[in-house]
Nanobody, 115 residues
Framework: QVRLVESGGGLVQAGGSLRLSCAAS????????VDWYRQAPGKQRDLVAA???????NYADSVKGRFTISRDNAKNTVYLQMNSLKPEDTAVYYC?????????WGQGTQVTVSS
């Protein structure tokens, strides 16, 4: 059974940094794209960043230049480096991948940015 586990969230002041990790229970990341989403209270879940199996990346306009997605296939882990954090970045962050004909989500990790 595939499991995704996010970690690295926490409370940080505006302007600070955090690095989120998404670890997979099996070797599913190497052949699949992986996305980071976030969901703030009362809002929909939005795509933040994506990385393909080949390493190409894409970002939401709101995080371009501040967030970096990367992957380590040997560790079955995808990262989201978040710099210059803003209060509006406060949300639960989820990783997602599509594999074996279905979509997999982690449980999420809370990121809170204080002003």
């Amino acid at each position: 059974q595939v499991r995704l586990v996010e970690s690295g969230g926490g409370l940080v002041q505006a302007g600070g940094s955090l690095r989120l990790s998404c670890a997979a229970s099996g070797s599913i990341f190497s052949d699949n794209a992986v996305d980071w989403y976030r969901q703030a209270p009362g809002k929909q879940r939005d795509l933040v960043a994506a990385i393909t199996s080949g390493g190409s990346t894409n970002y939401a306009d709101s995080v371009k230049g501040r967030f970096t997605i990367s992957r380590d296939n040997a560790k079955n882990t995808v990262y989201l480096q978040m710099n210059s954090l803003k209060p509006e970045d406060t949300a639960v962050y989820y990783c997602n991948t599509e594999a074996f004909g279905r979509s997999y989500w982690g449980q999420g990790t809370q990121v809170t940015v204080s002003s």
